[in-house]
């Protein structure tokens, strides 16, 4: 959930409360891919319920759990995934569409300034962790344990993000009967 935690302890309630408006609520069978490597995504996709495995040329990557957000990176930079995503057990999504974040964006400078901040943040703290992992620090990265710890400014964050993840399911509840 930390992606989550960086993205919803950026934006606010309104934000929040507008991604559950805007998206739409998916159920995904286990094994089935809601992202592709290399094929154009049309929207961003936050894991509600159960979890998501990343691959890269048939390499398993990554495991995500509930809070995760993907498909962040090709809406940022408009170029196809660069690794594929499926779910690895029955899974809930809420798929957020590119037209409907892009126009978002557009209209409220507010809600772009902090979506922007969010997405940024991430891709900076992933880019320490793999730094770090590469064993090249150039980053300023600290040891792997400190590297495992939020920002102190992302911990006054955590509760404001762990309730609008929680406000997005229960707004939620209910939705997924129909899929």
Known sequence: ??????????????????LAT??????????????????????????????????????????????EIVGEVSFVDSRPPSASVKAAVDSRVLAVPKAALYSKLQKDL??????????????AVRLREADARMGTRRFGAG?????DELAPDMLENIALASARFDMIVKRLAGAFSGN
């Open 1 to 18: 959930m930390r992606k989550a935690l960086y993205i919803l302890g950026i934006l606010d309630d309104t934000d929040a409360s507008w």
């Open 110 to 123: 507010g809600f772009a300034s902090r979506f922007y901040l969010s997405v940024a943040t991430f891709l």
């Open 143 to 147: 040891s792997e344990d400190e590297l």
């Open 22 to 67: 805007a998206g739409k609520p998916r159920s995904i069978r286990a094994g089935a891919a809601i992202i592709e490597q290399g094929v154009p995504v049309d929207s961003v996709f936050i894991l509600i319920d159960g979890q998501l495995q990343v691959y890269r040329d048939n390499v398993e990557i990554a495991r995500l759990a509930s809070g």
